[in-house]
């Protein structure tokens, strides 16, 4: 009440000028994707199938998957038909690396992420849950998914 | 002189913080109970409830009937059984389970079941404590609690039990493992939905010690917990580590009201 109209000014000044930096952190497609692949050999589709339908990937606990020919799947997180049509493989490959980044109280594993982890099993400890190829070949099988 | 309205004032506030501080944090953790409070069992499928609700088809029972052998057996220097000093535990033991953890003055630590199972032998028959999951403590478990079904769990949270509830209640939010996942997020944001094939319930330990057709035995509430420490591929705690008593007094809480099944049938 008692503020002179040139601090109420820099206030707004400041509070526009974070806006504006929060808008064009949203729009900068490197907060919502990892562009670059993680190796140089080109990610397989066939055995990124194998990588999420199998023992190594286990996203059958949580999503539903199609064309993995397997019956009883989970839904903690949402069915993942047609993702490669919602997603780009960047956004894709963020989110397999560590959906974190993107929503800190998510419940998906980071698949390639080993620090910030407590109370690890020995047998695991220091290790990312998928190698960088599993993940591209996980990412070519998801983006085939349209 | 304050004026009297605020002197009333002054005193409400200070019986209201007062108030607060006796019951605050369970008070506000009263939210994270789920609701409506479900028993496990009524996420599995039909064969397995009516395992459960057969006593001659119970898998369970039968820890139950060797348990009851057990109370008649003298044990160590003191050539006592349980019967000699508990009489028959269907009036004495009657509700005992509903009621456990609690906290023991003179072991001055929580208490399991189990541990105080284990105070009676040290302490009173002069035997040496039974192994946990050994058959013998799992028989015994068993046939206390058994005495207890259809007692609802009391979960009462003493002032004495109120540090080991608090870290209890801290472990279950903790995100732990290589699946980075705490207990909440399984048992409390997403029961009712589906890990693979399974239905997950909200966690309650009513069943326990329970047959599990996986283990094709039957097994503690401790052993079902570290099934799902491995399945996030964290460390487990030993058994009957602070972690894990934590963890059974903060669960108890949590159920508060359902009835004990024990020996309860699980996938």
Redesign the interface.
Known sequence: MGRNPRSLRLVAAVALAAIVAGCAAGVRSASDALDTALTATPGDSARGREVIAGRDGNC???HEVPRTGVR?????GPPLAGVGARLTPGQLRLRLVDS?RLNPES?M??YYRIE?????????RG?T?LSAQQIEDAVAFLVSLR | MLPRSLRHACALACLFVWTCTQIGPVFAADAERPSPLRSGIEFTSADVRSLQDDDFQNPGMLWVTRGEELWRVAAGKSGKSCADCHQRAETSMKGVAARYPVYDAAAGDVVNLEGRINLCRTHRQAAKPLVYESENMLALTTYVAHQSRGARVEGAVPTELRASFERGRERYR????????ACT?CHQ??WG?????QTISQGHGNAYPAYRLEWQSLGSLQRRLRACY?GV????PPYQSPELLDLEVYLAWRGRGLTIETPGVRR
């Open positions: 059958l606990l949580c009883f799947m989970g839904n903690l974190k419940i594993p980071s910030g982890l407590v109370q690890v099993a020995a047998a695991y290790k849950v | 903790k995100r732990i493992g290589q699946m980075d996942l997020h944001q997403n939905r589906t890990l693979l094939a491995f591929r964290a460390e487990m």
